[in-house]
């Protein structure tokens, strides 16, 4: 993983230098779009698939049924997904570009989209029966490989490369996976039919559910805010606001795989409360402090860091970053329990939580970019980060009250 976020910071190096602030802007609309295409096309099927994985590595019938079904399942999906995107490329283009310039590059990501179910279900796999060190290997060699195509085509395309940098990422990424695979065929031995297993049908719709909504409220909120920022102000304006959550999205990738890895499956194995109490408290007493610790060490060297992963333009965000930081560290603490309610599929909770931070985030925003422009967007990340803790204390008030 630190590998990966070596490459990550250089790549938005070759980014902040080659395209600026305006660049940065453009290439968060597109992320933002592959994200909600990605996320709609594998519907919870990570999460779903690593706990039923989990409970049944033992039985080969099993894991057979439940392998067919879900590839039946997403694969119809995924598919149906690619052919809209295929045919309305041109109008997404006019609607986040504001021209037609980019309908090739959404028609390649729309027709990965098969693909890139495909690398979901293999690694989802893998998780299941914890392969973590093949998991690490696959995201480091699909990094190198992003990290390579991205850079030329940035250097030699500029913009344009961005753009197809990003579009051709998931079939490398694909790539890269399916070398492993094919090594390590014990994992994945089964024969594939088309089969839809009621029960295995049940488990995937919460998860579904609750990854649909990700999906689209997500990356919605995201395109709403930084258009907000470009109409009212300006794209290098909208740029400085990206940056921002650019950086943020470092260590908090960074700290999410971590979490993904080994805090989320040792949550799905949890059978008591007093169990999730233990395991909270190993979380508040490692994983808390260590971030905090990164983001003091950010804070007294932010115009260092600035500089480095960014340019001299972007010095502007250094006043701002406090309110990103704080936002942040609410977010980390309240994962403690977000995993848990995502693990046990608790259905209404995580759609009201989910609902409530991207909504207050989002009127917030509207609000305090009106006199304080992009400042005003992260502040409102700040205080729907706040809001979204104190909401999940209240669904596990029971956890510190004394028992009568």
């Known amino acids: 993983m630190g590998v990966t976020f070596v490459l990550g910071f250089i790549s938005n190096k070759v980014v902040a230098v080659f395209l600026g602030p305006s660049g940065m802007a453009l290439l968060g609309n597109f992320r933002n779009l592959g994200a909600m295409l990605k996320s709609v096309a594998t519907l919870g099927i990570s999460t779903s698939l690593v706990k039923l994985v989990a409970e049944n590595k033992e039985n080969k019938t099993a894991l057979s049924e439940l392998y067919a079904t879900f590839l039946s399942v997403f694969l119809i999906i995924s598919s149906l997904l690619a052919i809209g995107v295929f045919f309305f490329a041109e109008g997404i283009s006019q609607l986040l570009f504001d021209s037609s310039q980019w309908t090739t590059p959404i028609r390649i990501v729309g027709l990965s989209l098969p693909l890139v179910l495909l690398t979901t279900f293999w690694l989802a796999i893998y998780n299941g029966f914890e392969q973590f060190k093949t998991i690490v290997l696959i995201q480091l060699v699909s990094s190198f490989l992003v990290f390579i195509v991205t850079i030329s085509l940035i250097y030699f395309h500029s913009i344009d490369g961005a753009i197809w940098a990003i579009a051709l990422s998931e079939l490398l990424m694909v790539i890269a996976t399916f070398v492993f695979v094919v090594k390590d065929k014990r994992f994945f031995q089964f024969n594939f039919r ?27 909120t995201l395109l709403l805010i930084r258009n907000t920022i470009t109409a009212g102000y300006s794209l290098p304006e909208a740029g400085l606001w990206e940056a921002t959550t650019k950086l943020s999205s470092f260590y908090m990738h960074f700290f999410n795989a971590g979490l993904s890895l080994y805090y989320m499956p040792k949550l799905a194995s949890l059978q008591t409360e007093s169990e999730f109490k233990q395991e909270l408290m190993g979380y508040f007493s490692t994983f808390v402090p260590l971030f905090l610790i990164m983001l003091l060490v950010l804070f007294f060297v932010k115009e260092w860091v600035l500089e480095l992963i960014f340019t001299t333009e972007f010095l502007k965000i250094k006043s701002v970053l406090i309110w990103q930081f704080i936002g942040d560290f609410f977010k980390i603490i309240t994962l403690a329990f977000g995993y848990q309610i995502l693990v046990k599929a608790r259905l209404k909770v995580y759609f009201f939580l989910e609902i409530a931070f991207n909504v207050s985030y989002l009127l917030l925003s509207f609000f305090w970019i009106k006199t304080q422009g992009y400042e005003g967007a992260i502040q409102a990340y700040c205080c729907a980060s706040a809001l979204g803790f104190i909401l999940v204390l209240i669904v596990f008030r029971k956890l510190f009250l004394p028992k009568i």
């Open 194 to 220: 088309f089969l839809i297993k009621k029960e295995y049908i049940i488990s995937i719709q919460k998860f579904s559910a609750m990854a649909l909504l990700s999906a689209i409220i997500v990356p919605l």
